[in-house]
């Protein structure tokens, strides 16, 4: 389930992160990890939320996925989350996968031993692995996760991610999170330099400001009094409210 929002409300101020995106999204090949950090409500769930539609409609040789919110309970486990991507591509695509993972949710109630288990477990990465990059082969996938705050440190989604992500093809990560920094601090390790990107949204300028809620303003009908625009800028602190 992704985050509600109101589209009608101007999206202002990001045009540089915005392009960036862009730019590497077009980029014939490669992985790239670009992580979203800022405070919350700071804009990067919008900003998620603009570059997925834009690619939808301008990127014909992408795969278009939804967004991956951890902030619904949905996507608490790594099986879910391999599950859910797997479910963007037709089902002969990942058949395999879909047959590895249920092999591993039989023995996982059995007696046999944990390094079977743990072996088993890395089968399932391999085979969910092979499977997504042979699908990025036809074209390039772009991947989006939202509130990596979810993710604490010991999480499993989190260290399941750290294993999986380095490893796939042709493919754009998208992370947004207040805790992202420590998602890019520990890829620094598994991805070039140069495929590994860190933004932080920085607040609204006061004429970044002004300029939202003007807009803001003739979207909706309404007149808002120098006043109180003065207020509310004062009271955003820079956020898009």
Request: aromatic residues 10%; charged residues 30%.
């Amino acid at each position: 389930m992704e985050k509600k929002m109101d589209m009608h409300v101007p999206f202002i101020g990001r045009s540089k992160e915005f392009n960036t995106i862009s730019e590497i999204i077009a980029l014939p090949k490669g992985i790239y990890v670009i992580c979203i950090g800022g405070d919350g409500g700071i804009g990067k769930s919008r900003l998620l939320r603009e570059t997925r539609d834009l690619q939808q409609i301008s990127y014909e040789k992408t795969k278009a996925t939804i967004i991956l919110d951890f902030d619904d309970f949905t996507y608490s486990t790594p099986e879910n989350v391999r599950l859910k991507i797997s479910q963007l591509f037709a089902p002969d695509a990942y058949k395999e996968y879909f047959r590895t993972e249920k092999d591993y949710q039989k023995i996982q109630d059995s007696d046999v031993s944990v390094v079977t288990k743990r072996e088993f477990k890395q089968k399932v990465d391999d085979v969910f692995i092979d499977c997504f990059n042979t699908a990025a082969r036809k074209k390039r996938i772009v991947l989006y996760f939202d509130t990596t705050d979810k993710l604490t440190e010991d999480h499993e989604v989190k260290k399941n991610l750290l294993t999986i992500i380095p490893k796939l093809h042709n493919t754009v990560i998208l992370l947004a999170g207040r805790n992202v920094y420590d998602f890019h601090k520990s890829f620094q390790n598994k991805i070039n330099n140069e495929n590994l990107l860190l933004m932080e949204l920085r607040p609204f300028s006061e004429e970044e400001s002004r300029q939202y809620l003007s807009k803001k303003a003739k979207i909706r009908h309404v007149t808002i009094k120098e006043e109180l625009i003065e207020k509310l800028i004062f009271l955003a602190e820079g956020k898009p409210i």
